[in-house]
């Protein structure tokens, strides 16, 4: 069993089984283009932001997913691979950004002992970690094929491709399950604001309604 299935029970035993499905994404949602951007108004409700991003990123997966298993069937459509470029890239970094400089030290903060914080950090930070390797590795063979190069090793990519997209869906399921209702339930209005706007500097936008 991975580590964060069981994280996902030991929350649901404590806080009882009805958050565990409270926040998954529903599919409908979740069939966006993945150049489709999130409203910037929503950056007011941080945590809706968050879980908006969780969807594109499951469609991200799913894109993956496609691509690779359609990578030896036909030359390998360059605009696709730009376009999951682009989002691992950029997304998948902002948002990564986003909880380990602004979600993460605030909920540190905020969080009550019976949470066990500290336990889901580690695995938060294992898991990104782990996130961000395979995202470094997948970029540099994507970067050739928009660039119309061949790979030097296409079994290679594929795995790496399947890897991250299948522990990424998994990491984003467990997000929507612990940690964004511990988020909801801890963070207080200053800190929503706050990550707010720091969230819109990242993406160098202003703040809605300032
Ligand atoms: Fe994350
Ligand atoms: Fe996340």
Not at 152 to 162: G, I
Request: charged share 30%.
């Amino acid at each position: 069993m991975h580590d964060h299935v069981e994280m996902a029970m030991l929350w649901a035993h404590i806080w009882g089984d009805s958050f565990m499905l409270s926040e998954r994404p529903p599919r409908s949602v979740c069939n966006d283009e993945l150049a489709e951007r999130i409203p910037d108004n929503i950056l007011r409700e941080p945590i809706d932001y968050l879980f908006a991003d969780h969807c594109r990123q499951a469609t991200l997966c799913n894109e993956l997913h496609h691509f690779v298993a359609h990578f030896f069937n036909a030359p390998p459509d360059p605009d696709r691979a730009a376009a999951i470029l682009s989002c691992l890239e950029v997304d998948v970094n902002l948002h990564i950004a986003d909880e380990e400089l602004d979600l993460f030290p605030r909920l540190r903060m905020r969080a009550r002992a019976e949470d066990r914080f500290s336990e889901l950090l580690r695995l938060l930070d294992k898991e990104h970690d782990r996130d961000r390797t395979l995202v470094e590795e997948v970029c540099v063979d994507l970067t050739r094929l928009v660039q119309g190069q061949s790979l030097e090793d296409p079994d290679r990519f594929c795995r790496s491709a399947s890897a991250l997209a299948a522990s990424h869906i998994s990491h984003l399921e467990w997000e929507n399950a612990v940690l964004l209702p511990l988020a909801r339930l801890r963070l207080t209005n200053e800190d929503l604001n706050a990550m707010g706007k720091t969230m819109a500097a990242r993406r160098s936008i202003p703040y809605p309604g300032d």
